[in-house]
């Protein structure tokens, strides 16, 4: 365990910056609300995932990679995927199925580490069922007409974490709705309801029918994170600031209630993803599929493009971002390609001019920028200085001694050199051999990488033949396409231009 990185995480609950401390050093957990699977995710989806990914990172870094566990819901019981299901002809669980993995593949490219779970909601009808019995029993939830209702006015703290009042939310409340009719209060929400006739259903003892999407994340974060040795309370709740209310009110409600004990001691909110200034969102019709963007843009840019704005604030996604952010990974893997991974990765060289107090101070601010709340647009403000520093051959007296300016010893520069690649990495970036990152993606109607090489192959055989004829028609092809052939010692490498 890193014993002197102190964690701090924005607490949307009491609305301040505090000081990480789990319950349990050796079982840090967290769980993120994951997606609802009847069609392809957007890449406002994504900056909820990769914000949970570097925290989940951050947490491995300090804690201990068997340290931390991570639960991302899948929800694949939702009304959206019944109509998706009955307009296609086709049961829900091909829907689900398909999208789930798609969903896992996209969030795979972007960088992101499988989370420790992934429960599905039709796997945990059994614990939603418990869960709701119990609150039914001890008073917090009543039965009325096939379904069953949480009583929000039985638990006194709702409406804490999103600032709503009762009042406020009577207010807001729209009557005269079937389902308002059933309740006691507006504000009631539904743990449990009737299917309508071809419907997917499960039995319960209040009648045949499926959950409230608020019950699926409590009963699967009791089944994978909690237990009685553990206790009820999660470490960090983390999910997309939309989710705030009702959400994940509706989750602490029900699951304070069912436990007496609170559902999570940080909770940890992302802020959007925007087009044009307005909230990317399918209901808009303004969003960018993660897989459509695959096609043009590797996984990295993406990901890099979504960490440079700090994940709390709002993000505009536009083509320049995306420019940028592969305009400074080709900076970067430039680094890495000019002084050869052997040499970052290899044994530390000896060298007696090594100024350990400078190069702590550089990998301590990398890691002290992440740690406070994540801070990912320091981090790659600091790793793009210490960029252009490699690249110019000499440190600028990082330390603020003085402005001085440091050549590089052997051992500093692979210190630096190390302390780069390792933040980048922290970061989930820098994940590729620069060789593959500079072979760039094929382009619509561009030729493939396995084109590529049998071209250079065919070349390589042409001039073996004396054919120049053919070898400069390859040749011309490559200038076309923009391809640059590199022939050296070990053979013919290319790259797009
Ligand atoms: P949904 O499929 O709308 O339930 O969203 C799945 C996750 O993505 C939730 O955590 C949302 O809060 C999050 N999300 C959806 N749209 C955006 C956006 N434009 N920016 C950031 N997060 C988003
Ligand atoms: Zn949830």
Partial sequence: MAETLKLSLYDTMT????????????????????????????????????????????????????????????????????????????????????????????LAALGCLMPTYQPHAT???????????????????????????????KYDDYGKLSGNTLDQLKQGARVGEAEYARKKNAADFVLWKPSKEDDPSWDAPFGAGRPGWHIECSAMIKKTLTSEKYGETIDIHCGGQDLKFPHHENEIAQSNCAHNAPLANYWVHNGFLQMDAEKM????GNVKLIHELLETWDGEVLRFALLSGQYRGELDWTDSLLKQAKNTLDGWYRILEQEGLEFISGNEPEDISLEAPVLSNRANCFLNYLCDDLNTVNVISE???????????????????????????????WNLLRSFV?????????QKD??????????????????????????????????????DEIRDVFANENIILEDGA???????G
């Fill in 15 to 106: 609305r301040e910056k505090r000081e990480f401390v789990p319950t349990d050093p050796k079982r840090v957990t967290m769980y993120c609300c994951g997606p609802t699977v009847y069609s392809y995710a957007h890449i406002g989806n994504a900056r909820a995932a990769v914000a949970a990914d570097v925290l989940f990172r951050v947490l491995r870094h300090i804690y201990g990679e068997d340290h931390v566990e991570y639960a991302r819901n899948i929800t694949d019981i939702d009304d959206k995927i019944i109509v998706a299901a009955k307009e296609q002809g086709i049961d829900i669980s091909e829907i689900t199925t398909k999208f789930a993995k798609i969903y896992n593949d996209d």
């Fill in 123 to 153: 796997e945990h009808m059994d614990d939603m069922v418990a869960m709701i019995e119990k609150l039914i029993v001890d008073g917090y939830a009543y039965e009325s007409e096939g379904h069953v209702f949480f009583d929000v006015t």
């Fill in 281 to 284: 969102s399918k209901s808009l």
């Fill in 383 to 413: 790793l793009s200085q210490l960029k252009q520093n490699l690249s110019n051959g000499y440190d600028n007296g990082f330390d603020g001694s003085s402005p001085r300016i440091i050549p590089f010893s052997l051992k500093r520069k």
């Fill in 422 to 430: 390792g933040t980048a990495n922290l970061l989930g970036l820098l």
């Fill in 434 to 471: 620069p060789e593959e990152w500079f072979r760039g993606k094929a382009q619509e109607g561009g030729l493939t990488d396995a084109e590529i090489d049998g071209l250079i192959a065919d070349r390589a055989q042409a001039r073996a033949d004396k054919d120049w004829g053919r070898s």
């Fill in 490 to 496: 070990d053979g013919t490498t290319w790259r797009r």
